[in-house]
């Protein structure tokens, strides 16, 4: 046996060392060696192992010590483990310690070593056993914590695992310890809030248990289990924002009730906010459901489960969701709820618990906003009323509490006490409300406080007066401090209790204010009188302290006998107190206040700095606030009478308005010569703080301005309201309204000075420091209107929107919100004190700033956030609301001006809106006519500058359910009323067109009604919110978002909506809004649709170009060699092609109308404002098919009529040429039978011969020349014969021949209209001859161009163009018909331009004629012959040669002709991509941009006086310019080329395929191939074809080589012609068509001449972006000759008259002057600045513009003289909308 020397000291446990030591004897006996000792050394022997040690035994590895041996031998180990399930053999070299891994946890293993020599032998084995670790669990997760439980659950660790021992400790002590074989426990029966230690560990099947995994965990608070339930942890730390509150979501439009528990905050918020008094009804639907399948689900009897129907203990309690929100919501929720609970007729939180934290809050801050109305007794006689904010009524408090259990339901019997039998209301939750028997689980130690407030009247009031009444939630053993509090605070405490402890000495401790009351239940089991009396003695209590429900007793005589006791104790209380007061007795006794806040503290201290100066209202705001006083009423005033112009008289307008900008200016600098005011300076400071602080500033601000006004105003409201009674009291009520007005102040009137003074600093040098320190204003204001803040968009007293501050705000806004800027506007119009902003702020839950005492004339924005999730719904970001403050009432609409300010106001926020609600009352007849007359006219002008809101009339006060009859006849009352209002308004904008309101706007009295009843449930001040108003006013908004989400146009961006204001507001400013509307949105919108209809058209116009010349040279081709028609008759091919011309017109009209309907469905780019002139631009689509379709017929009918002229032409051609080859081989045969060989000589002299021989004998008749003199007579006569019997009498006294010889001159004859003229002349109206001959000079050099166009193409003269030419002088008198001219004038001019055309298409003619002559062009190619005929006779190779004449007498002028036609389209295309060609008005702008680049007096008087030459020239040189390195002319030149040389190589190609015998029948082959694209001449290819030998494969050859070097020649060619030399050669030319494209109508201000720049040519309205001075149109002073000054769009707007042709030499007033120009719309000046490029051109350039007029120089404003150039260059972009 061996020797075992096995030691494990390392192990302190013996019975482990047992186990260590006890190896198997089978084991040992393999490894000995019998015959061996130890003790005997011999040479191969090998020591085993000396003693081994376990160094660490650990869960996956164990490291083995051996003890050291001979460092001389060298040995290696061989180490065996093994374990019930694991066998395995590692080899280390012989050392001290052996490591071995990758075991299994919690197992025994036994480890052999036995040691193995160099050469192999082995020594006996040591054997040890071992234990690896046992592994703890891992992954421990704690889950599903909550008040009293806990679950963790854990993976199972390595090793064979039996169970696992668990436990639950806190501080050191065991609570709860638990063996299980399952991966997860629960502990139980734990106690909220307090930590544990929980310990894990793995028990082995060999019974050794793991070290223990340790997590820790607290148990979930009932508050934090409550918030978790209700998703409120977040806002916990978060606190719940009045923003986030107020956003609209889906939630918001659904009707879904509450799934879950996590729905149940939003849900009580949600009707909260819409002061909805089922708000505290909160319960889930799948409680709901449960409920209902008790009763429904089971049809058999079953009373077990009837009596164990689902209790309310998972249901939560009203109280504890209200606690929840409370604690999780900032100051400005909880005052809101607050407020809202109060209207409600809700108890609100006095004293709000945290079960956390055992503290509770005083909520003075949260209680701060509530405001009552009350008529106490003493003031029922005189009808007076107490208005005053709750916190600072000094009233008595009576509080009730409960001691111990109580059977009665306290809340429910004070519900009972202050309701009367007629208005029962919960005012307190209680067990037998909905969820009001839930336990409550957060809310004990919350006292509620309400108020009872008497309304006067006796036989309705329960208390005469005031009283406030607390209730504590939970028992006053529980809730000592609250108890304290209220003892100390009341007047009374009324104690209930069903059993009394004389022991408890909680009563008798309390430093008692306040009278105890006891109120026990008789009828209770627990009840002792003993007891009672113990305590009531003590308390020194007497029976009337004392108040038991006897068992005789009901609740009615028991709350009768409470009541009298309340009602003494108010009676007789001295103990009264204001809430503000409460607050030094809740730091007494340790109760936080939620007002001690720094920021709140540090705003209130803020606020309270400037309010506290307040002694004089009107005073106060003459010293503080003196910018928004008469300074900026008379800066209002000039604004409007800029644009007005009222009171301008006979003075020179110009001038006026100067004087005017002067004023305004004296004033500005009057507004900055006052220093910052100590209150804007403090109040500029207070808004500067962070967010929260500058909150709380505000609202102190508004609360202590609301107090105070309601001392200083109430006896003014009073004589208000007495004064109003009587109508003729009007002089009286205008002061008190202007006294209310002065007297009333709000944090309004500070914003309004903000606003003044940075208005001012604007008007400062950029770089003066003043305005520099205020650049921060706007940004301050929109980070103000972003926390949810009103900014006054117009202020009611001035009526004046303070433009530039309101300006910059909204863009300040943009920058912040960017780029989440779209918005969505909703209005609300009415009369004063009908409910608006009741209906705002129930339907958004929105709170605008209005001073107390008075409704503030103007209007007011706020935004109101969309939810992220909702907005792809809405298509915007944000929802802005604007309250306007109230039409003037009927009785007060003669005072001032009150109905053009409701007028104004009415327009600017309709045409705001998005959609507008208006607010009217049946049944008051005369108001809603009013009302009606004012909206109607807003919607009216609306529809007139392309807005489309919608409306939704709102009829308060109406019961929901009212007989539908009634209402059926109240909507067609309304309807009737409208269709007059309309007819009305329509009338007063000159709009009669307009019938009913439904022309003027999509409504449908069905749909756009909606009633609500009344407010009040009941009888005020303790009547709560009608639940039908809160549910009507939600259906309403609910209505008002799906029509939002419905809205066929984009919504706004801010800076859009700042645009519409701007625009709107100019214009309002107008008199005539319609006329004087400018919108940048629209001009854009505007813009962009010419942009689109002009590409349309020039697509349309370019591919009929391309059509045409194919078809022309398909004509042209028709009847030769390369004609590829199976049609032999021409006419019949025209016709056909004429055919197919109206087919692709008619696809272009019908493609042109279609992109028409999709733009305008388009929703981005504001289509919808440009939809009146949707029907302008399809009326140019068909107007332009009809002109293209009669030019294109034109244009075929002349290439067929020339080209059935050259067949007979082309015969006799063919014919000659045919013989003149008979006779050259007749020839060439007879030399060669001479066999004589000849020379040249001898050859020439044979070939003179016979070609002299040959002409001779030829047969051609001379072609004779048509009398075009003649021919166009016919036509003239023909023209002029529908114009009556004069006309052809005049025509006849004088020969066309004789016409057009020398310039055209417009004389007057007669002696009638001599003086007539010099009348004209006296007046200095431009004289009428010179405008006459300038329109006769016009037309004529349209005839001239046209003429020299036709004569350059050299063709033959055809019929159409002298129609063409009548058709266009009768279109250009047509378009100047307001010019009176006689019959005389259009007969001479007519004559003279028919004269000088037929003169130039004479010659033209003549020139063909000559130019196609048989025996010309025979004679021509005489040369060509005589080369042919030698080279045949000389047998020679003609291939080259033939190839080359191909190319160069064929194929190159075909190229280059294709080329010539092909370029005009593609200069256009290229000049098309240009700005200024785009539209119109980007013409106009880069025109006068560059007129003012230039700053030469010669140009300007050059575009003025001759327009259209001007405009050609100018266009012309733009072309020139911009293809001047002619590098882009010859990209479109080659690719043209290369584009035919490609379809020549694919004839030649093609034609070698064919079977062609001969190169006739291939040059045939390759010309057919090109009859679509190229025009070979028939002389040159006929001449070609004759006495041709060449051979077909090598003609094909050189023919290509010879293509290579044309292509080369041309580009060389194409390279070194300038633009100009191309221009000339066009058969397009781009100059023409961008001239007809931007000069549009070619119409010109009657007043100013400046051009039209409408889109389309059938626009039914002519307009100008920008009018100048009328000195540019000669007009000059009748008295002094001196120009005048006077704009057309200050005119417009003016007392002044005019007289003209137009208006027969009469005075017409130009206000008017639509009478006379009815397609000409003139728009006043959008701003004063607007006409500043003309000013200036007029102020550099006077007296050179007198000198060429022959005037005296103008008198220029001194405004005008101040303007610089750059300041032109602005005024340009601005008329222009250029950014």
């Not at 929100?325 to 929720?333: E, I, N, P, W």
């Not at 002519?1662 to 007009?1675: L, M, V």
């Amino acid at each position: 046996m061996c020797e075992m020397t096995d030691g494990v000291p390392a192990m302190d446990n013996s019975e482990e060392e047992e186990e260590f030591y006890d190896a198997p004897d089978d084991f040992l006996e393999l490894y000995c060696e019998e015959g061996a000792s130890a003790a005997t050394p011999q040479s191969d022997y090998v020591p085993p192992p000396p003693e081994v040690t376990v160094l660490y035994s650990g869960s996956e590895s164990v490291s083995l010590g051996l003890a050291p041996t001979d460092p001389s031998a060298e040995y290696k180990l061989h180490i065996d483990y093994s374990s019930k399930k694991q066998n395995s053999t590692v080899i280390r070299e012989d050392s001290g310690t052996v490591d071995v891994e990758g075991l299994t946890p919690g197992t025994e293993y036994t480890f052999s070593i036995i040691r193995i020599a160099e050469n192999g032998k082995q020594s006996k084995a040591t054997a040890v056993s071992v234990f690896t670790e046992p592994v703890p669990p891992v992954s421990i997760t704690v889950y599903d914590v909550s008040t009293e439980s806990l679950s963790l659950q854990w993976d199972t660790p390595a090793g064979e695992v039996e169970s696992y021992v668990v436990t639950c400790c806190t501080e050191g002590e065991t609570v709860q310890e638990l063996t299980t074989d399952a991966n997860s426990v629960t502990f139980s029966s734990l106690r909220p809030g307090v930590c544990y230690s929980l310990h894990v560990s793995a028990q082995l099947k060999n019974e050794r248990i793991s070290k223990p995994a340790v997590t820790s965990t607290p148990t979930k608070t009932h508050l934090e289990s409550l918030l978790e339930d209700l998703g409120l942890v977040q806002h916990y730390t978060e606190k719940l924002s009045l923003s986030k509150v107020l956003q609209i979501d889906e939630k918001t439009i659904t009707d879904e009730p509450a799934k879950s528990n996590l729905d149940l905050p939003g849900y009580f918020l949600q009707k909260l906010m819409m002061v909805n008094v089922t708000a505290r009804n909160v319960k889930c639907t799948s409680e709901c459901e449960s409920d209902c399948d008790v009763v429904t689900g089971n049809t058999k009897l079953d009373l077990k489960n009837l009596v164990n129907s689902p209790n309310s203990g998972d249901m939560l309690n009203p109280l504890d969701i209200i606690t929840a929100l409370f604690l999780c919501s900032d100051g400005f929720v909880q005052q809101e709820m607050a407020l809202k609970m109060s209207m409600c007729q809700f108890s609100v939180p006095l004293l709000l618990p945290n079960c956390d934290t055992q503290q509770c809050t005083l909520m003075l801050w949260a209680l701060r906003d509530i405001v009552k109305k009350y008529r106490p007794q003493s003031l029922s006689k005189s009808k007076g009323f107490i208005e005053e904010r709750i916190v600072l009524s000094e009233l008595p408090m009576i509080s009730f509490v409960r001691l111990g259990e109580c059977s009665l339901s306290k809340s429910e019997i004070l519900n009972k006490l202050l309701s009367n039998s007629q208005q029962y209301h919960d005012t307190f939750v209680h067990h037998d409300m909905e969820c009001g028997d839930s336990p409550r689980r957060i809310s004990d130690g919350l006292t509620e406080i309400t108020w009872y407030l008497p309304c006067g009247n006796k036989n309705i009031d329960i208390f005469s007066e005031p009283v406030a009444v607390a209730n504590l939630r939970g028992d006053i053993a529980s809730f000592e401090t609250q108890f304290s509090f209220l003892c100390q605070t009341s007047a009374a405490v009324f104690v209930f209790f069903d059993n009394l402890d004389s022991e408890n000495k909680l009563l008798t401790n309390q430093n008692h204010k306040a009278q105890i009351f006891l109120v026990g239940n008789h009828q209770s089991k627990t009840f002792s009188l003993k007891a009672l009396e113990d305590v009531a003695t003590e308390l020194g209590l007497t029976n009337s302290n004392i108040i038991l429900k006897t068992k005789r007793m009901n609740d009615a005589d028991f709350v009768k006998n409470l009541r009298k006791t309340v009602s003494d104790i108010i009676e007789n209380s001295e103990m009264q107190m204001y809430i503000e007061q409460m607050s030094d007795i809740a730091h007494e006794l340790g109760i936080l206040v939620d007002e001690d806040c720094a920021e709140c503290q540090t705003a209130k201290k803020n606020a309270d700095a400037i309010t506290a100066e307040i002694q004089d209202i009107l005073k106060y705001k003459e010293a503080q606030l003196p910018l928004q006083g008469e300074i900026w009423k008379e800066l209002t005033s000039l604004e409007k009478e800029q644009c007005r112009l009222r009171k301008v008289g006979s003075e020179d307008i110009e001038m006026y308005k100067s004087d005017l900008q002067l004023q305004k200016e004296n004033l500005r600098g009057k507004q900055n010569s006052h220093d910052m005011s100590n209150a804007m300076t403090c109040f500029i400071s207070a808004i500067s703080s962070p967010g929260t602080e500058r909150c709380y500033f505000l609202k102190w601000m508004r609360m202590n301005l609301d107090n105070l006004s309601r001392e200083k105003l109430s006896d003014l409201r009073e004589q208000y309201k007495e004064k109003c009674k009587k109508s003729e009291n009007k002089d009286e009520i205008k002061n008190i309204d202007k006294e209310l007005s002065s007297s009333s102040l709000g944090t309004e009137h500070f914003f309004r000075e903000m606003g003044q003074i940075y208005e001012a600093s604007v008007s400062l040098p950029e770089t003066d420091p003043s305005r520099q320190q205020l650049q921060h204003l706007p940004k301050l204001c929109a980070g103000l209107l972003l926390d949810g803040f009103p900014l006054e968009l117009v202020d009611g007293d001035a009526s004046n929107i303070p433009l530039r501050w309101v300006s910059d705000v909204l863009s300040q806004l943009h920058d912040l919100v960017s780029p989440n800027n779209k918005i969505l506007v909703v209005t609300v119009l009415g009369v004063q004190s009908t409910g608006k902003s009741t209906l705002l702020n129930t339907m958004f839950g929105v709170q605008f700033a209005v001073s107390s005492g008075r409704c503030t004339r103007g209007a007011f924005m706020l935004l109101i956030r969309i939810n992220d999730d909702f907005k792809k719904v809405l298509n915007c970001d944000f929802m802005v609301i604007i309250d306007t403050e109230g039409l003037k009432s009927p009785e007060l609409a003669q005072l001032d001006d009150s109905h053009e300010h409701d007028n104004e106001l009415a327009t600017l926020v309709v045409g705001l809106s998005d959609i507008t609600i208006i607010n009217i009352a049946m049944e008051n007849s005369t108001e809603m006519k009013d009302i009606l007359q004012i909206v109607v006219h807003a919607f009216l002008r609306m529809k007139e500058v392309g807005k489309k809101p919608k409306c939704q009339f709102v009829h308060q006060n109406v019961s929901d359910v009212s007989a539908h009859e009634k209402n059926l006849r109240d909507r067609k009352l309304l309807l009737e009323q409208l269709n007059e209002m309309t007819q009305a308004a329509a009338k007063m904008e000159k709009k009669e067109e307009y019938k009913s309101f439904t022309d003027v706007m999509e409504y449908s009295p069905d749909t756009g009604n909606w009633y609500i009843p009344g407010l009040w449930n009941g009888n005020p001040p303790m009547a709560p919110v009608n639940a039908g108003y809160s549910e009507a006013v939600y259906e309403l908004k609910k209505n008002i978002i799906q029509l939002l989400g419905k809205c066929e146009s984009s919504a706004n961006d801010v800076l859009e909506f700042k645009e519409w204001m701007s625009s709107l507001w100019t214009a309002v400013k107008h008199e005539n809004f319609i006329f004087s509307f400018r919108n940048s949105l629209v001009a854009d919108a505007y813009m962009r649709l010419c942009t689109e209809f002009n590409k349309w058209e020039w697509e349309f116009k370019k591919d009929m170009y391309k059509w045409v010349t194919n078809a022309e040279t398909r004509i042209s081709n028709f009847g030769t060699v390369a004609a590829k028609f199976e049609i032999s008759d021409l006419p019949e091919f025209v016709s056909n092609l004429k055919g197919e011309a109206s087919t692709v017109l008619s696809k272009w009209e019908t493609k042109l109308l279609d992109n028409l309907t999709k733009y305008f469905k388009k929703t981005e780019g504001h289509v919808y404002l440009v939809e009146g002139y949707r029907e302008g631009f399809a009326n140019s689509a068909k107007s332009l098919r009809r002109e293209m379709e009669s030019s294109v017929l034109n244009q075929l009918t002349v290439a067929a009529d020339i080209r059935q002229g050259m067949t007979n032409l082309d015969r006799i051609k063919e014919n000659h040429t045919k013989e003149l080859e008979e006779r050259v081989c007749g020839l060439i045969e007879a030399c060669r039978e001479k066999k004589v060989k000849m020379n040249d000589k001898e050859l020439d002299r044979e070939f003179d011969k016979m070609w002299n021989k040959t002409v001779k004998e030829l047969s051609c008749s001379e072609q004779k020349a048509t009398e075009v003199f003649t021919s166009v007579f016919c036509y003239l006569r023909e023209n002029l014969s529908r114009k009556g019997s004069l006309a052809c009498e005049l025509l006849t006294q004088k020969s066309l021949k004789d016409c057009g010889l020398v310039p055209f001159s417009y004389t007057v004859e007669g002696f009638y209209r001599q003086l007539k003229h010099r009348f004209k002349r006296f007046f200095n109206i431009e004289d009428h001859v010179k405008i006459v001959q300038k329109i006769a000079d016009n037309i004529i050099e349209d005839c001239t161009q046209f003429v020299i166009q036709k004569v350059e193409r050299k063709n033959n003269y055809h019929d159409t163009y002298i129609q063409e030419i009548l058709h266009m002088i009768d279109e250009r008198l047509q378009n100047n018909r307001d010019v009176k001219t006689d019959i005389e004038f259009e007969v001479y001019l007519k004559q003279h331009i028919c004269g000088f055309a037929a003169r130039h298409f004479q010659k033209m003619h003549e020139d063909f004629l000559h130019e196609n002559d048989p025996y010309r062009c025979l004679n021509q190619n005489k040369e060509k012959f005589r080369a042919d005929f030698k080279d045949i006779f000389n047998e020679r190779d003609q291939c080259q040669k033939k190839a080359e004449e191909f190319t160069n007498r064929c194929l190159k002028p075909a190229v280059k002709d294709f080329v010539n036609r092909s370029l005009g389209p593609d200069i256009i295309d290229e000049m098309l991509t240009q700005q200024q060609f785009s539209t119109r008005m980007s013409f106009q702008y880069s025109i006068l941009l560059d007129l003012l680049s230039k700053n030469n007096f010669e140009s300007y008087l050059s575009y003025i006086s001759s327009y259209e030459e001007y405009v050609k020239d100018w266009i012309l040189d733009q072309i020139v310019t911009h293809f001047s390195n002619g590098s882009k002319t010859f990209e479109f030149e080659d690719r043209h080329l290369q584009s035919s040389i490609n379809s020549i190589n694919d004839a030649i190609n093609k034609a070698k395929m064919e079977k062609s015998g001969n190169l006739k029948t291939f040059v045939e082959d390759i010309c057919k191939e090109l009859s679509d694209k190229l025009v070979i001449s028939q002389d040159a290819l006929g001449a070609f074809m004759i006495l041709n030998n060449a051979n077909k494969e090598q003609f094909a050859h050189w023919l290509t080589v010879s293509l290579r070097e044309m292509g080369q020649t041309l580009r060389e060619e194409f390279k070194k012609t300038n633009i100009q030399m191309k221009l000339e050669h066009l058969h397009v030319r781009p100059q023409d068509e961008l001239f007809t494209r931007v000069i549009g109508c070619g119409k010109q201000c009657p007043f100013c001449t400046v051009p039209c720049e409408a889109g389309g040519k059938a626009h039914t309205e002519h307009w100008a972006s920008i009018h100048r001075p009328q000195s540019f149109g000669k007009y000059r002073s009748l008295f002094t000759q001196k120009l005048v000054t006077d704009i057309c769009t200050s005119l417009v707007v003016s007392e002044k008259k005019f007289l003209c042709d137009a208006t027969n030499f009469e005075f017409h007033p130009y206000k008017d002057y639509r009478e006379i120009f009815p397609e000409w719309r003139i728009p006043p000046d959008g701003s004063l600045e607007a006409s500043d490029y003309w000013k200036y051109v007029m102020a550099t350039f006077n007296k050179k513009f007198a000198k060429a007029y022959n005037a005296n120089p103008a008198d220029i404003p001194s405004t005008w003289k101040k303007i610089t150039y750059e300041q032109a260059k602005a005024s340009l972009k601005e008329s222009f909308h250029v950014n």
